[in-house]
């Protein structure tokens, strides 16, 4: 006789919820001053600062690119509770030796670290799929939701205030809260995966680049994924540069920098939560998708060439709306497999969002760098470049929408 999965305690399920939660919260609470902490390794040197922030952030994702299917493969082999504990414990310590690194060798290897530990995002998505009915699950991944925007508006915010008195002192307390949801987990946390139900571990499990083949079946997704691949480039010209560029062009401290990326996250959320499915019921998915890129490119262009931070500021609500093109093409591409492929389809979003994770912070922050150098481009001296380029990518993004995908022609494979 199978056995069954052991009905998980409420507190279980908190704890899975908490766990995203401090994840997002320790990872927000070093985005305002990790940059600023490289550029003090080197002596104020804005320029190279946003070249090595940029390959850190690059390594960072490709760390998590390649870690989370491995991780997820030994969670189906071992259990989900070992994967998720580990990962906790692994993570506070890696922002102990970031809090601690004397040098930028140390600063780099400890980050990279914090990368594959932070890939077991998805171990705890399975372990929700474990404990909860097929009628119960989406409103349990909709809570995992939450924490993931409840833990980037409450982290910036508090490092960048811890940041303004100390650098490193974000990097303690983002360890600390680690540390204590793995001591915390290791007295409440059952595990979801029986032993009958487990599965040997294999490498080609574990391949990330394996779940790309669906879009290349499927010639009509090639589009859609292209436009969100895009999209997805574009937004990481504001996690590449933004602290540096708030710093350089209006003079933001550690605590301007957290308090703005709280507001933005605030406003993405208020769109994302509120108005995408009035928005995609009243309008239709292509529509809000070309509006949604629309506004971002407006957004972005506001945003590279304000003048003043409150002129910066005009931009947020344009940079929320683009917030609706991401479900709004999802939306579009699920309508386009067959039921059956809807798993894969999710896994080749996330392997399309982790190598645009690799190449935006190495291209943006190059950009940025270029163009507040000794010689730029053209001669041209404009801090806001990065957010050009992606304002482009974003309207050229809108354009091929408007005229390649259909509005209501839509084959799906049986």
């Given at each position: 006789?199978?056995?069954?999965?052991?009905?998980?305690?409420?507190?279980?399920?908190?704890?899975?919820?908490?766990?995203?939660?401090?994840?997002?919260?320790?990872?927000?609470?070093?985005?305002?001053?990790?940059?600023?902490?490289?550029?003090?390794?080197?002596?104020?040197?804005?320029?190279?600062?946003?070249?090595?922030?940029?390959?850190?952030?690059?390594?960072?994702?490709?760390?998590?690119?390649?870690?989370?299917?491995?991780?997820?493969?030994?969670?189906?082999?071992?259990?989900?509770?070992?994967?998720?504990?580990?990962?906790?414990?692994?993570?506070?310590?890696?922002?102990?030796?970031?809090?601690?690194?004397?040098?930028?060798?140390?600063?780099?290897?400890?980050?990279?670290?914090?990368?594959?530990?932070?890939?077991?995002?998805?171990?705890?998505?399975?372990?929700?799929?474990d404990v909860t009915t097929p009628e119960k699950r989406a409103a349990s991944m909709g809570l995992l939701g939450i924490a993931f925007g409840l833990g980037f508006i409450l982290g910036p915010a508090i490092g960048g205030l811890l940041g303004h008195y100390d650098p490193r002192l974000p990097f303690w307390a983002a360890g600390a809260c680690?540390?204590?949801?793995?001591?915390?987990?290791?007295?409440?946390?059952?595990?979801?995966?029986?032993?009958?139900?487990?599965?040997?571990?294999?490498?080609?499990?574990?391949?990330?680049?394996?779940?790309?083949?669906?879009?290349?079946?499927?010639?009509?997704?090639?589009?859609?994924?292209?436009?969100?691949?895009?999209?997805?480039?574009?937004?990481?010209?504001?996690?590449?540069?933004?602290?540096?560029?708030?710093?350089?062009?209006?003079?933001?401290?550690?605590?301007d920098v957290g308090l703005v990326l709280a507001l933005i996250g605030v406003s993405a959320a208020i769109v994302q939560g509120g108005l995408t499915g009035r928005m995609v019921h009243r309008f239709g998915e292509r529509r809000v998708l070309i509006a949604g890129l629309a506004s971002g490119a407006l957004g972005y262009a506001i945003y590279a060439f304000a003048p003043t931070g409150q002129w910066f500021m005009a931009g947020v609500p344009l940079v929320a709306l683009w917030g609706l093109a991401g479900p709004a093409g999802l939306g579009l591409m699920t309508r386009r497999v067959s039921p059956h492929e809807q798993g894969r389809l999710q896994g080749a979003n996330g392997s399309l969002l982790g190598i645009s994770a690799m190449i935006g912070p190495v291209l943006f922050a190059a950009i940025f760098a270029a163009f507040i150098g000794p010689s730029p481009p053209l001669q041209l001296h404009l801090p806001g470049a990065a957010f050009l380029l992606a304002a482009a990518m974003l309207a050229f993004a809108a354009w091929y929408t408007a005229v390649t995908v259909p509005g209501l022609r839509v084959r799906v494979r049986e």
């Open positions: 006789m199978s056995e069954e999965p052991r009905p998980p305690r409420r507190a279980a399920i908190a704890f899975i919820f908490i766990t995203i939660l401090l994840d997002m919260f320790a990872l927000g609470m070093v985005i305002p001053v990790l940059p600023k902490l490289v550029e003090r390794m080197l002596d104020g040197d804005t320029v190279a600062a946003a070249r090595i922030y940029g390959l850190m952030a690059a390594t960072w994702a490709l760390m998590q690119f390649f870690s989370m299917p491995v991780l997820g493969a030994l969670s189906d082999r071992f259990g989900r509770r070992p994967v998720i504990l580990a990962s906790n414990l692994g993570l506070g310590l890696s922002y102990f030796v970031m809090a601690l690194a004397p040098s930028l060798a140390w600063l780099f290897a400890a980050r990279s670290i914090s990368g594959v530990m932070a890939a077991s995002v998805s171990t705890a998505q399975a372990y929700v799929a680690s540390l204590l949801n793995a001591a915390y987990g290791l007295f409440v946390l059952p595990e979801s995966l029986p032993h009958d139900r487990r599965s040997d571990f294999k490498w080609r499990r574990a391949n990330p680049i394996g779940s790309l083949k669906l879009l290349r079946s499927h010639p009509e997704l090639f589009g859609l994924a292209g436009v969100l691949f895009m999209s997805n480039l574009a937004h990481l010209a504001l996690n590449s540069t933004f602290v540096l560029y708030g710093s350089y062009r209006y003079g933001w401290t550690e605590r």
